[in-house]
């Protein structure tokens, strides 16, 4: 009689994988859904373009070669900055001019490319909110305290006009001044056509609008298209004027969500606003909303500091961002207070550039010359008193980051196989290292600079892989590698 038993044997099979253009970020996605080209994590890297590179790094921010003078000039911090142009009569040109809200309660005018500051006869009562404001006979800059007072500066002459309301967060919409009554976070009140000085007459366009509803405290106003968008903390209407008489508007709701909205995210770009909540990015176009960039919105931790700007199709973003866990990426990174990093997400073109290792404040931008620069205003810390602006080093104020970049962690096809990585294939245009993370077991390579393809013997099992590659080189960059593998699978027999 035969008799029939079963024997395990294996059954090698090699296999390569190959990953010759990268994605972006894999957010939330289970790893084994993704493929190898996808981030699972990353920072001080652009990504989503077809390779990882470097980001821009940050340095001073300098005008012709000066730097913008910081407010320890003055034993001061910065509150707010404002960037305005101002018709020089005697050029016949505009001067780009900056404005300094300070925190020892006085408002500097300086001049990009010159290290002098001059305060203006102001008093204002806290840090201020700006706005510019066209006048027949001449621009303004107009000044909110939030206190009983309304601040003007016609680039000659500074006026405090006092006995107004108390007011926060301006714009300008129809030739008025539209803000926020600072004594009751539900109302906006507009001020006379033409006058942004004159808050009472009815008749001549000042109005007085009541947010009744659930949607929370108004935190900002932003003009977009054609319209006036009120920034609540869960919802954002859209407002409209059609006639100057007290009931000349109309006014709708166009999102409500349960998750709050961090005002000073909100920006404008090609007539949409962006944004982020506590649910996620939002863009409004009109009446239309849409979530975006869902996981781009992973990586943050905490927004309660978080600030934004549109600025040359992109979407800047700074907040708390999640880590790696791996240590500081930069000297400066132990430094920050509040947040430690900044996205700058494409709008117009994809592409996402994740810089870790700062803990900016806000952003602001400003035309000197022909040429637009983006500034970055710094929290609390090492870099309170500075004014920063990208730089082509990829070094934070001349510190070297680390440069970071995970796979997901894949079965290769399936956790009941094991896989033994022999060789994997990458060209290292930079000096870097590469780890091999099999399981809970992690094996570094150190790889020199090379412009040919290397082969870096592994031979180590596991049934779960990762790689990460970390490198501190400004111009870092990944365009591909190739994993040789094995698989062992078991197989039955009759004997």
């Not at 960037?83 to 006085?106: A, H």
């Not at 708390?320 to 990426?329: H, K, S």
């Not at 430094?335 to 900016?360: K, Q, W």
């Amino acid at each position: 009689m035969r008799t029939i038993e079963e024997r395990p044997e294996k059954e090698i099979k090699k296999n390569v994988a190959r990953i010759v253009r990268f994605d972006s970020f894999g957010g939330d996605a289970p790893d084994e859904t993704l493929s190898l080209g996808y981030a699972k994590y990353a920072c001080n890297v652009r990504l989503g373009l077809g390779s990882v590179a470097a980001v821009k790094g940050l340095e001073e921010a300098k005008v012709n070669g000066n730097l913008l003078p910081p407010p320890s000039t003055v034993n001061a911090n910065f509150g707010k900055v404002f960037f305005y142009r101002e018709w020089n009569v005697q050029t016949g040109e505009y001067d780009p001019i900056m404005l300094y809200s300070l925190d020892n309660k006085y408002i500097y005018k300086v001049r990009p490319g010159e290290s002098s500051f001059e305060r203006l006869t102001l008093a204002p009562t806290h840090i201020v909110d700006f706005v510019r404001f066209h006048k027949a006979d001449g621009d303004l800059v107009v000044m909110l305290d939030g206190d009983t007072h309304v601040l003007t500066y016609d680039g000659h002459q500074a006026i405090q006009y006092f006995s107004k309301p108390s007011l926060r967060c301006p714009a300008v919409y129809r030739n008025k001044l539209y803000a926020i009554d600072a004594t009751d976070g539900q109302v906006m009140r507009c001020s006379q056509k033409g006058d942004p000085t004159a808050w009472d007459d009815v008749t001549l366009g000042a109005r007085k609008i009541l947010f009744s509803d659930d949607g929370g405290e108004l935190r900002k106003t932003v003009v977009c298209g054609d319209s006036l968008y009120v920034i609540r903390d869960f919802s954002v209407f859209r407002y409209t004027e059609y006639a100057d008489t007290e009931d000349g508007y109309s006014l709708n709701k166009v999102l409500s969500t349960q998750g709050k909205i961090y005002a000073d995210t909100v920006s404008v770009w090609n007539d949409a606003l962006y944004f982020y909540a506590e649910n996620g990015f939002y863009t409004v176009k009109g009446s239309s909303v849409s979530r975006i960039w869902q996981d781009e919105a992973t990586l943050i931790d905490d927004a309660r500091y978080a600030a934004g700007l549109c600025f040359g199709g992109k979407y800047y973003l700074t907040a708390r961002f999640r880590t790696d866990e791996r240590g500081d990426v930069c000297e400066d990174e132990s430094e920050c207070v509040y947040n430690n990093g900044f996205l700058a997400i494409g709008i117009d073109a994809p592409g996402l550039s994740f810089t870790r290792g700062t803990d900016i404040k806000e952003f602001f931008s400003g035309n000197i010359g022909d040429k637009n620069y983006l500034f970055f205003i710094h929290s609390q810390g090492r870099r309170a008193d500075r004014i920063g602006m990208p730089s082509e080093d990829g070094k934070i104020y001349g510190e070297a980051t680390e440069k970071r970049w995970y796979s997901p962690r894949v079965t290769l096809g399936g956790m009941r196989l094991l896989k033994t990585i022999r060789n994997i294939h990458v060209r290292p245009l930079t000096d870097m290292k590469m780890t091999v993370i099999l399981d809970e077991n992690e094996f570094e390579y150190e790889l020199e600079r090379s412009s040919k393809v290397v082969t870096v013997p592994v031979n180590k099992a596991g049934t779960t892989f990762q790689l990460y590659f970390c490198s501190e080189a400004d111009e870092f960059r990944l365009e591909g590698f190739e994993i040789e593998y094995e698989t062992a699978e078991r197989r039955r027999y009759g004997l």
